[in-house]
Nanobody, 115 residues
């Protein structure tokens, strides 16, 4: 069973930055798609950013230009660098890996953007 563990969440002021990490229990090369989702309070989970096995990336319109997804194959980790954070970015952030149609989820890390 694939284990994904997120870290790096916390409380940050508007305009601030955070870097989320997702550590995987298996090598990244076996996964076709890796991404970050978020679930704001009282709302549904939504896609934030994805990165393919070939390194192509895509972002939700609301975060484009502010968030950057990246990966480190040697560390079996995927990252989400977030800058210019806004209160509406407040959510639990989850990493998601896909392999052969199977989706694997972490337990999430809470990001709170507030003054």
């Amino acid at each position: 069973q694939v284990q994904l563990v997120e870290s790096g969440g916390g409380l940050v002021q508007p305009g601030g930055s955070l870097r989320l990490s997702c550590a995987a229990s298996e090598r990244l090369f076996s996964f076709s798609l890796m991404g970050w989702y978020r679930q704001p309070p009282g709302k549904q989970r939504e896609l934030v950013a994805v990165i393919t096995s070939l390194g192509a990336t895509d972002y939700a319109a609301s975060v484009k230009g502010r968030f950057t997804i990246s990966r480190d194959n040697a560390k079996s980790a995927v990252y989400l660098q977030m800058i210019s954070l806004k209160p509406e970015d407040t959510a639990v952030y989850y990493c998601n890996f896909n392999r052969g149609g199977m989706n694997y989820w972490g337990k999430g890390t809470l990001v709170t953007v507030s003054s």
